[in-house]
């Protein structure tokens, strides 16, 4: 099956710092990549749909100046979160899905981000 | 407003047994939706989807019922093993290219 990467798989910074998590796409060319938030026993929470050579969607509450995405090939998109504080601390996951016509969204295996 | 709702929150099933999970959704658009099972410190991965117009689907030990006219869908795992255990989320989506809606997660421990 598809595979979908992500790089650091945890990391932990000083508040103020900025963080830049990638997600990539392995063996598949990824249309549109998503990136969710999901706090300790809790739902994933999408925050940003990115199709690639665009401007990522974010959904309603999600600061776009404070989570920068960019898509920037059909392979990688990157996650930076600016200025990090600790409430930013949680399990970050991208996930990926192929042609416009393809159901499955391939999930990578998230990034554990704690702010200090 | 929560669009898809799952339950139960947490489940508890003896080795060998059947575990039912259910969900619900409001939004007669959506037209694919997929169970996802998920370890700690892991990303969700797909166990089984299914989309509105089959009423039943199955792979292996794990069912996906639908029930279109309820607005309801549960996933089955028959013969419930230890490694079975984790967290099940149950997801819709409303037209094809949007991501996915999660329901709130089932977390499912299997005794031996």
């Known amino acids: 099956g598809a595979v979908v990467s992500q790089h650091p798989s945890w990391v932990i910074c000083k508040s103020g710092t900025s963080v830049k998590i990638e997600c990539r796409s392995l063996d598949f060319q990824a249309t549109t990549m998503f990136w969710y938030r999901q706090f300790p026993k809790q739902s994933l929470m999408l925050m940003a749909t990115s199709n690639e050579g665009s401007k990522a969607t974010y959904e309603q509450g999600v600061e776009k100046d404070k989570f920068l995405i960019n898509h920037a090939s059909l392979t990688l998109s990157t996650l930076t979160v600016t200025s990090a504080h600790p409430e930013d601390s949680s399990f970050y996951i991208c996930?990926?899905?192929?042609?416009?016509?393809?159901?499955?969204?391939?999930f990578g295996p998230g990034t554990r981000l704690l702010v200090l | 407003q929560q669009q898809v709702k799952q339950s139960p929150q947490s489940l508890i099933v003896q080795k060998g047994g059947i575990s039912i999970i259910n969900c619900a959704y409001e939004n007669t658009a959506f037209d694919y939706f997929p169970w996802y099972q998920q370890f700690p410190g892991k990303g969700p991965a797909l166990l089984i989807a299914i989309r509105p117009d089959v009423s039943e689907k199955k792979e292996g030990r794990f069912t996906i019922s639908f029930n279109k006219s309820a607005k309801q869908f549960s996933l089955h795992i028959m013969d419930s093993q230890p490694g079975d255990s984790a967290t099940y989320f149950c997801?819709?989506?409303?037209?094809?290219?949007?991501?996915?809606?999660f329901g709130k997660g089932t977390t499912l421990s299997v005794s031996s």
């Open positions: 996930s990926a899905r192929g042609s416009a016509s393809e159901e499955t969204q391939y």
């Open positions: 997801a819709a989506r409303y037209q094809a290219g949007t991501a996915l809606i």
